[in-house]
């Protein structure tokens, strides 16, 4: 978001002549490997006790989270998103809003407060000329139901009345519908102008019963499924409250966040690498977006990268067979890139495909701000998670199990935390070092 407001019988013959190859191989297997730096008391400490599961679903367009708003439930499609700082849905006053998605009916609802209290507001996204949609809303508080069971305590929201595109552009700016099949977002943003309008904050102060808790964190996780171009089908699972044991790999890699970028969320991006193509992206900031399936780049640095795939035409079209070997670099850790979350069939035939690494549009704000967002194609290999206090913000990612990160351990010098099996190697092997060796009974 922008705004412009991790006992043995030893024989002494055997032994000595042994012991000399295990320490020179023990030394070898250091010298190849990435220093293990581990810290599960930190990450034990940040990944939170309990969690609600939150199925996240493939829309038309964006991925979604199914809510209940207001009394009785009016369910709506919520494209999620951390570039966004609210919970916005589309009011029936909102004329064109959405396409193929309810709209909130105002009326219908006997737990609704609404406000004057009016939002003029921008974030980025893949619209129009300037990658971004302008929101017009107003400030209100409601019941929200889903697998969250928080049904006592009105949360902020807001209404939204109108939807444009191009907002501040010379050419102007026109009105236009919500993604396809939504009917707003479920920001995971932290607007810092006050906190308590978004959502993670917000259950962070006050439980669903409506006390004041008496946690001093959050925690949300992502489990994010591979790349499916079937609506309605699972698109993952969001960990509402904490990380459960199982769905990461290894300690994570803890990162201060850009808090005036990407909702508040933005992360640093050093490098991209396709084959032999290394990109330079340090003057960009990432943001990892669990609503989107794409990549999404400034345009020179997108095709930098496919000029070093054979046959590809940007993200326009891709040879289904290309064999893509990509890495990013992360706050200086590497992690792999799926071939198979790269290459997205166009037709059912299999014949032709897209490239799942998009260009923003040429002199769009997204591109003048350096925007790298990461969205299912990269998210489907990791496990991250966004932990807040009212005094911290991070970002975590750890490797993820049956994945191309499963053993996260890859650093590029710096602070950091990698794999607790790697780390199990190394005790062992000391161990082994230390030990007599057994040799054959005479």
Same mark, same amino acid.
């Given at each position: 978001m922008f705004r412009f407001e991790t006992i043995l019988d030893s024989g002494q013959p055997s032994q000595s002549i042994a012991m000399p190859l295990l320490s020179q191989l023990f030394l070898l297997f250091l010298v190849i490997i990435p220093q293990v730096l581990a810290d599960a008391a930190t990450d034990a400490?940040?990944?939170g006790s309990f969690y609600t599961a939150l199925d996240l679903y493939r829309g038309s367009a964006t991925n979604i989270l199914v809510v209940g708003i207001g009394t009785?439930?009016?369910?709506?499609?919520?494209?999620?998103?951390?570039?966004?700082?609210?919970?916005m849905v589309a009011a029936d006053s909102c004329n064109g809003c959405t396409n193929g998605a309810a709209e909130f009916l105002t009326d219908d609802s006997s737990s609704l407060t609404a406000t004057q209290q009016a939002l003029s507001y921008t974030t980025t996204y893949p619209a129009g000329s300037l990658d971004t949609l302008h929101l017009t809303a107003n400030f209100a508080s409601?019941?929200?139901?889903?697998?969250?069971?928080?049904?006592?305590?009105?949360?902020?929201?807001?209404?939204?009345?109108?939807?444009?595109?191009? *907002?501040?552009? =010379?050419?102007? %700016? #026109?009105?236009?519908?919500?993604?396809? $099949? !939504?009917?707003?977002?479920? +920001?995971?943003?932290?607007?810092?102008?006050?906190?308590?309008?978004?959502?993670?904050?917000?259950?962070?102060?006050?439980?669903?019963?409506?006390?004041?808790?008496?946690?001093?964190?959050y925690t949300v996780g *992502?489990?994010? =499924?591979?790349? %499916? #171009?079937?609506?309605?089908?699972?698109? $993952? !699972?969001?960990?509402?409250? +904490?990380?459960?044991?199982?769905?990461?790999?290894?300690?994570?890699?803890?990162?201060?966040?850009?808090?005036?970028?990407?909702?508040?969320?933005?992360?640093?991006?050093?490098?991209?690498?396709?084959?032999?193509?290394?990109v330079d992206t340090s003057t960009l900031y990432g943001s990892l977006d669990p609503g989107f399936d794409a990549i999404y780049l400034p345009t020179t640095f997108a095709e930098t990268l496919f000029a070093a795939v054979p046959g590809a035409s940007r993200d326009l079209n891709l040879p289904c067979d290309a064999n893509i070997s990509m890495e990013i670099t992360i706050s200086g850790y590497q992690y792999n890139v799926a071939n198979a979350q790269l290459i997205q069939p166009r037709d059912q035939a299999g014949q032709t495909c897209w490239g799942a690494v998009v260009a923003w549009q040429n002199g769009s704000v997204t591109e003048t701000l350096g925007e790298i967002r990461l969205g299912t194609p990269f998210m489907s290999d990791i496990y991250s998670v966004l932990f807040y206090s009212p005094s911290e913000q991070l970002v975590g990612i750890a490797g993820k199990p049956n994945s191309v990160n499963a053993l996260n351990v890859n650093s590029a010098g710096g602070p950091g935390h990698a794999n607790k099996a790697l780390a199990r190697i190394c005790e062992f092997l000391v161990t082994l070092q230390r030990l007599p060796l057994i040799s054959p009974r005479q």
């Open positions: 400490s940040r990944l009785p439930p009016q369910d709506v499609n919520l494209t999620v998103s951390t570039n966004v700082d609210f919970i409601e019941i929200l139901t889903d697998a969250r069971q928080d049904v006592n305590n009105e949360r902020t929201i807001t209404l939204i009345s109108s939807v444009q595109d191009n *907002f501040g552009a =010379a050419t102007g %700016s #026109s009105d236009i519908a919500l993604p396809s $099949g !939504t009917s707003g977002f479920w +920001g995971l943003g932290v607007y810092q102008v006050n906190k308590g309008y978004s959502i993670i904050p917000s259950v962070l102060a006050v439980t669903g019963e409506g006390a004041p808790s008496s946690a001093t964190n *992502f489990d994010i =499924a591979n790349y %499916s #171009s079937v609506d309605g089908s699972q698109a $993952g !699972t969001i960990h509402w409250g +904490g990380a459960p044991t199982g769905s990461y790999e290894g300690n994570f890699n803890w990162i201060n966040p850009n808090t005036t970028v990407a909702g508040s969320w933005g992360i640093p991006v050093n490098t991209i690498r396709v084959g032999h193509a290394v």
